[in-house]
């Protein structure tokens, strides 16, 4: 019988997301307990997500965890088939955690009642992201994924942290440049094992305002 692991997470974080497609890709058991603290979970560092191995070790780190589930199998190629291509993969995770995740959490954490709204960072917010979404942009014209031929973990935690904010507050006006990022998110959330998790995806049609947002 496969070894399972069980994935300690707050209910539809978009942080446990990238683990969860990839178990799905590489056909590994995840158990969800979503009712739990990060005290609760023994985190290292206090915070949630928390992946535990059978063995009983805990990974923190949304990206960490991800990598490892992503891992686990190479015929799968979620982490690249060559070296280059694995280094391009943690290319694109390091631009998330650098570039992306801040600006979407700021412009969506307000609507979806998360934090209050502040014009300032709002403002801010919509700026760098759509800076993230140009460079991401020029990087899809004429590709259909980010690294090689194939979905990759590059993919999966790119299009996680876009889902919300792509949902909320992201309106066809505001994604009007960046058609192929258009494309390429549609490509993969429209996949099996995009949808076993994170379901059929709406995208915002109008941007949901935050209380207090005039």
């Given at each position: 019988m496969?070894?399972?692991?069980?994935?300690?997470t707050?209910?539809?974080?978009f942080r446990?997301f990238?683990?969860?497609?990839?178990?799905?890709?590489?056909a590994v058991?995840?158990?969800?307990?979503?009712?739990?603290?990060a005290?609760?979970?023994?985190?290292?560092v206090?915070k949630?997500?928390?992946?535990?191995?059978p063995?009983?070790?805990k990974?923190?780190?949304?990206y960490?965890?991800?990598?490892?589930?992503a891992g686990?199998?190479?015929d799968?190629g979620?982490t690249?088939?060559?070296?280059?291509?694995a280094a391009?993969?943690?290319?694109?995770m390091?631009?998330?955690?650098?570039e992306?995740e801040?600006?979407?959490?700021?412009?969506f954490?307000?609507?979806a009642g998360?934090?209050?709204?502040?014009?300032?960072?709002?403002?801010?917010?919509?700026?760098?992201?759509?800076?993230?979404l140009?460079?991401?942009?020029?990087?899809l014209n004429?590709?259909?994924?980010?690294?090689?031929?194939?979905?990759?973990l590059?993919?999966i935690?790119?299009a996680?942290?876009?889902?919300?904010?792509?949902k909320?507050?992201?309106?066809?006006?505001?994604?009007?440049?960046?058609?192929?990022?258009?494309?390429?998110?549609t490509?993969?959330?429209?996949?099996?094992?995009?949808?076993q998790?994170?379901?059929?995806?709406?995208?915002?049609?109008k941007e949901?305002?935050?209380?207090?947002?005039?």
């Amino acid at each position: 019988m496969p070894p399972t692991y069980t994935l300690y997470t707050p209910e539809a974080s978009f942080r446990a997301f990238a683990t969860l497609i990839a178990a799905e890709y590489n056909a590994v058991a995840v158990d969800i307990v979503t009712d739990v603290t990060a005290e609760d979970a023994k985190s290292p560092v206090g915070k949630l997500p928390v992946l535990e191995t059978p063995s009983g070790e805990k990974i923190f780190s949304c990206y960490a965890a991800a990598r490892f589930i992503a891992g686990l199998r190479r015929d799968t190629g979620l982490t690249g088939n060559s070296p280059v291509e694995a280094a391009f993969v943690d290319a694109w995770m390091d631009f998330v955690a650098q570039e992306l995740e801040l600006p979407a959490c700021a412009w969506f954490y307000p609507a979806a009642g998360y934090m209050p709204f502040n014009k300032t960072s709002y403002e801010k917010s919509k700026a760098d992201l759509a800076k993230a979404l140009q460079v991401l942009n020029g990087h899809l014209n004429g590709k259909a994924y980010l690294v090689g031929n194939q979905i990759t973990l590059a993919d999966i935690v790119v299009a996680s942290t876009l889902l919300y904010p792509f949902k909320l507050v992201a309106d066809p006006s505001y994604l009007k440049p960046f058609d192929y990022v258009l494309k390429w998110f549609t490509n993969c959330v429209s996949q099996e094992e995009f949808q076993q998790i994170v379901g059929q995806v709406t995208m915002c049609q109008k941007e949901i305002m935050a209380p207090g947002q005039s």
